[in-house]
C-alpha cells in the first residue's frame, strides 16, 4: 500500500530550529510537497522535492533523499506565526493525474 | 501565484437539504481540480477528482451519488452535497494545478465550512 508517516506533533522555542521528518512508500514517485495549514484556513505551498538535495527558501528549507523515501521540512529562527500544522504529500505517479498523497500533518506549537 | 475562489465560505443547512459548492480558478485555467474533505483536527481527506469535460474520479468510499460533481468549465467545477445530514459537516476544500507550473504544485482555495443541522 501506499503509506507518509511524519510525526503528529512537535514543540519548539522562539528563535529556536526545528526539523520535521516525513517518511513514505508509494507506487512511483514524482515530486514530495511540503505544505503549511493554520486552523482553519486552507494548506499553503511551502516547497517541492523531486531530486535529491536540499531547496532552501528562505527561513524554510527541505531535504529529499528518494532511496531512503525520506524527507524532512526545516525550520529556522522560529517565530509565533509558525506555530501550524505542516503537511508532507507525494505524487506518486507521473502523467496527467496529479493526485496527492498525504501525511497527517505535524502540528507545530511554537513556544516564547 | 495562482489563485483559486470557493463560495460560499461557510454554509449552515437544515438535514436534508442540498449544498452547492464553487471551486473557480481566476487566473489560469483548470483541466483537473481536486475535492478534499478535512474534519476537526485531520488531514486532508481526497474525495474526487474533478475532470472537465468527463466524469469524476471518486475515491473508494466516497458515494459518488451524495456527493455530485461537475467541471462545466476550464475554470470552474462544483460540488454537491445532496440530502445533507449532521455527519456531513466538515471544511470542504479545493484545489487546482495549473498546468504550466513545472512542479504541478496544487493552489488551495480557501475553503467552505459546511454545517448540517
Known amino acids: 500500500g501506499q503509506n507518509i508517516d511524519q510525526p503528529t506533533e512537535m514543540t519548539a522555542t522562539e528563535g529556536a530550529i526545528v526539523q520535521i521528518n516525513c517518511t513514505y512508500q508509494?507506487?512511483?514517485?514524482?515530486?514530495l510537497f511540503w505544505y503549511q495549514q493554520h486552523a482553519g484556513e486552507a494548506p499553503t505551498f511551502l516547497s517541492y522535492?523531486?531530486l535529491d538535495g536540499l531547496e532552501e527558501k528562505g527561513r524554510f528549507s527541505s531535504f529529499l533523499s528518494r532511496s531512503k523515501g525520506y524527507s524532512y521540512l526545516l525550520l529556522k529562527e522560529l517565530q509565533m506565526k509558525d506555530s501550524a500544522s505542516y503537511l508532507c504529500?507525494?505524487?506518486?505517479?507521473?502523467?496527467?493525474?496529479?493526485?496527492?498523497?498525504w501525511g497527517l500533518g505535524t502540528s507545530l506549537a511554537v513556544n516564547p | 501565484g495562482a489563485v483559486v475562489s470557493q463560495h460560499p465560505s461557510w454554509v449552515i443547512c437544515k438535514s436534508g437539504t442540498s449544498v452547492k459548492i464553487e471551486c473557480r480558478s481566476l487566473?489560469?485555467?483548470?483541466?483537473?481540480m481536486f475535492w478534499y474533505r478535512q474534519f476537526p483536527k485531520q488531514s486532508l481527506m481526497l474525495m474526487a477528482t474533478?475532470?472537465?469535460?468527463?466524469?469524476?474520479?471518486?475515491e473508494q468510499g466516497v458515494e459518488k451519488d451524495k456527493f455530485l460533481i461537475n467541471h462545466a468549465s476550464l475554470t470552474l467545477s462544483t460540488l454537491t452535497v445532496t440530502s445533507a445530514h449532521p455527519e456531513d459537516s466538515s471544511f470542504y476544500i479545493c484545489?487546482?494545478?495549473?498546468?504550466?507550473?513545472?512542479?504541478?504544485?496544487?493552489?488551495f482555495g480557501p475553503g467552505t465550512r459546511l454545517t448540517v443541522l
Open positions: 484545489s487546482a494545478p495549473p498546468s504550466r507550473t513545472a512542479s504541478n504544485e496544487q493552489f
Open positions: 487566473d489560469f485555467q483548470a483541466t483537473t
Open positions: 474533478s475532470n472537465e469535460g468527463s466524469k469524476a474520479t471518486y
Open positions: 508509494t507506487s512511483g514517485f514524482n515530486g
Open positions: 522535492n523531486v
Open positions: 504529500a507525494v505524487r506518486g505517479n507521473a502523467g496527467n493525474n496529479r493526485k496527492l498523497i
